[in-house]
């Protein structure tokens, strides 16, 4: 497996990251044009969280999450890249992590389920912890 194919699921969270952005003003626009206030009166997410039902915030949650562990996969997979240290079980975890955080942001946009979210948060997250593992022990 080369070395590159570590920067293809890198891709892949920026896709996701993406498609949550346009979900997010997708849901959140018609609802403000439905609450009928003024632009003005959504300065803060708590202020928004007054006027539009809370389904709608779902995805600009989500958004914010993912800027929370995702940073730490795009610097390690770079990480992984620029040093050459990216094997195949750094490879097949990458994806894993994009495909935990796929069914994360799946289900955080839509039904929201906080046991399943936590589930597939928390399964992203070992994986994650497992290629920072196997980075460090690298190097050792």
Same mark, same amino acid.
């Given at each position: %497996?080369?070395?590159?194919?570590?920067?293809?699921? %890198?891709?892949? %969270?920026? #896709?996701?990251?993406?498609?949550?952005?346009?979900?997010?003003?997708? @849901?959140?626009?018609?609802?403000? @044009?439905?609450?009928?206030?003024?632009?003005?009166?959504?300065?803060?997410?708590?202020?928004?969280?007054?006027?539009?039902?809370?389904?709608?915030?779902?995805?600009?949650?989500?958004?914010?999450?993912?800027?929370?562990?995702? #940073?730490?996969?795009?610097?390690?997979?770079?990480y992984l890249y620029v040093t050459a240290m990216a094997g195949t079980a750094d490879v097949i975890a990458a994806w894993l992590f994009l495909v935990? @955080?796929?069914?994360?942001?799946?289900?955080?946009?839509? #039904?929201?389920?906080?046991?399943?979210?936590?589930?597939?948060?928390?399964?992203?997250?070992?994986?994650?912890?497992?290629?920072?593992?196997?980075?460090?022990?690298?190097?050792?």
């Amino acid at each position: %497996m080369s070395n590159e194919q570590i920067l293809l699921p %890198m891709l892949g %969270m920026m #896709v996701l990251t993406a498609v949550v952005w346009f979900v997010l003003y997708a @849901r959140r626009i018609p609802a403000m @044009r439905r609450a009928g206030k003024p632009t003005q009166a959504y300065t803060t997410p708590d202020k928004a969280a007054t006027f539009l039902p809370e389904e709608v915030s779902y995805p600009a949650n989500n958004f914010r999450n993912l800027f929370e562990l995702p #940073v730490l996969f795009y610097a390690l997979c770079l990480y992984l890249y620029v040093t050459a240290m990216a094997g195949t079980a750094d490879v097949i975890a990458a994806w894993l992590f994009l495909v935990f @955080r796929t069914v994360h942001s799946a289900i955080h946009c839509t #039904v929201n389920i906080v046991i399943l979210r936590f589930a597939a948060y928390s399964a992203a997250a070992l994986t994650l912890w497992f290629m920072l593992g196997r980075a460090v022990w690298g190097v050792l």
